[in-house]
């Protein structure tokens, strides 16, 4: 069945490909581009091999160069914010004793990733989008609820305090953008990233995004 | 004598024939040379008239009538040339051998509609001989028409041949007057000036200028115009400012597909890039001062300017 999806996602990335105008891109252009995120992330903690789902938004802004007119590289900065995400069983030390309980946190992230994407359009624009880059992502300090004594504690496990850690980022995005003049071009998309936790657990990430960009021939070089 | 009438319609006559031959000749000198005639007919007006008709020796030449020719006809030497009817309205002649000077040989018809004196001249046989002269009756009017038609044609004659020479030699003539001029150009100043501007309109066709020629006095600006629109592009006027003051001259677009609009530089196909070359005249003017490039189609919808990034230096 999922080998099945992926085919067909492969033919309608294909499908696009080959309807798309034998356009080539904006070659020579700059651009740079605002975009708001609404986020899903989906968080693993230490101490419970559950994982939490949990809804997030942020900005990233980038700018990008036209080396074809099918393809722009770049670069973006993205600060993404996350809701708490809440494991009904973690059993994590406290003051070196092993204590079980609900464990709660908050995960903030700021990433910078280079970006290469396809362009397969004109006036209408498909894009294809690869992303990679590296991040930081800040969480704050674990909550354990525990019962000691028919009393809730609120307790902060051995080594779980806030920490900033780093995360290296790959991702995909796919979607399609109108220019509107010759400067301004609006966008939606949708994609979906990994994040390789150094010191962290992983993390999943799925985005859809607006944007709006502006773009000009400029005389860097 | 004419009156002052016929005088009137026979000078109408004579320049529209003389425009007419002018014309003729105008066409004639475009196409090959024709074989000369062997034949010809001759108009003769209600009071008579005279023809000069060259041949060969031993061969016979007819001398043809609408009518009945009476048979008594003069002959200035009959020793020379056998003079002989040719059926009722027809008289064959033929002289004996090349060394028979002219002789003149008067007919006229049974009605006395044609009168002519006919000369006879035996011609070496690398010159046109006649063998054939149809003798039509005409009216005064046309008789003199056709008269003045071949005196100007007569005269025109050399000249034609002229203008077919100098037409002959005129493309080489240009070709290397304009290479001569390219070569003190290139003596002058050749330099060529790299360049990097870009701009667009909201229909998505693009400008790139990327190199300047500096050419003995003038400039030249080589931009490629990229169409990815879905309709052609009709570029119909370029212009260089430099300080508002527009310094372009002639412009040439290589062209992707056709247009029959005349007024048009060129056209860019959807998709296509086409290569243009815009004149700087006077460049010297316009050394080290920013340049704009605008480009507009019919209406000036559509137009592009690029105005960055073009120095000539």
Known sequence: MARGRSRLAL??????????????????????????????????????????????????????????????????????????????????????????????????????????????????????????????????????????????????????????????????????????????????????????????????????????????????? | MYSQHDHGVATRLAIQAGLALLALTAVAAAQPAQPAKSEMEHLVPPQGGAVDVPVHAGTVCILSFPEQV?????????????????????????????????????????????????????????????????????????????????????????????????RKELDATIRRRAEGLIAERMLSRNEIVRLESHARNDDHVIVHVRRGLLFGDDGFLVFDLENRSSAA????????LADGRDVAGETRLASTALDRDAALIGVVASGATARGIVTVRSVNAVLNRPLALELAVPGGKGAIRADRGIVLR
């Open chain 2, 70 to 166: 009476a048979r008594k006809a003069i002959a200035s030497s009959q020793d020379e040339f056998e003079i002989n009817p040719w059926n009722d309205d027809g008289v064959a002649v033929r002289a004996a051998h090349a060394k028979v000077s002219p002789a003149t040989l008067a007919l006229a018809t049974v009605s006395g509609k044609v009168k002519v004196n006919v000369t006879l001249r035996v011609v070496p046989p690398s010159e046109p001989a006649i063998t054939l002269v149809r003798f039509k009756p005409a009216s005064a009017e046309e008789a003199f028409a056709a008269q003045v038609a071949a005196e100007v044609a007569k005269q025109v004659a050399p000249i034609r041949a002229s203008l077919a020479r100098d």
């Open chain 2, 233 to 240: 592009y009709r570029l119909a006027a370029v212009r260089v």
């Open chain 1, 11 to 221: 033919g309608a990335v294909a499908l696009a490909a080959g309807l798309a105008p034998r356009a080539r891109a904006d070659r020579h252009e700059a651009s740079i581009a605002v975009r708001p995120v609404v986020q899903l992330a989906r968080i693993a903690d230490r101490g419970t091999g559950a994982r939490a789902t949990v809804p997030g938004g942020g900005l990233a802004g980038g700018l990008g160069w036209g080396v074809r007119n099918w393809l722009d590289v770049g670069g973006e900065v993205a600060a993404s914010s996350f809701a708490e995400a809440g494991y009904e069983l973690a059993t994590l030390p406290v003051d070196a004793n092993p204590r079980t309980g609900a464990l709660a946190r908050r995960t903030r992230t700021v990433q910078l990733r280079g970006l290469a994407t396809l362009r397969l359009g004109v006036g209408w624009v498909p894009t294809i989008q690869l992303l990679a880059g590296a991040g930081a992502r800040r969480r704050s300090a674990a909550r354990l609820q525990s019962q000691v004594s028919q009393a809730e504690l609120v307790l902060v496990p051995d080594g779980e305090d806030a920490e900033l850690t780093l995360d290296l980022v790959a991702a995909l995005r796919i979607g399609l953008d109108r220019r509107l003049t010759r400067h301004w071009t609006v966008g939606a998309a949708v994609g979906a990233a990994h994040c390789l936790g150094v010191g962290a657990p992983d993390m999943q990430l799925t985005d859809a995004t607006i944007s709006i960009s502006y773009s000009w021939y400029h005389l860097w070089w």
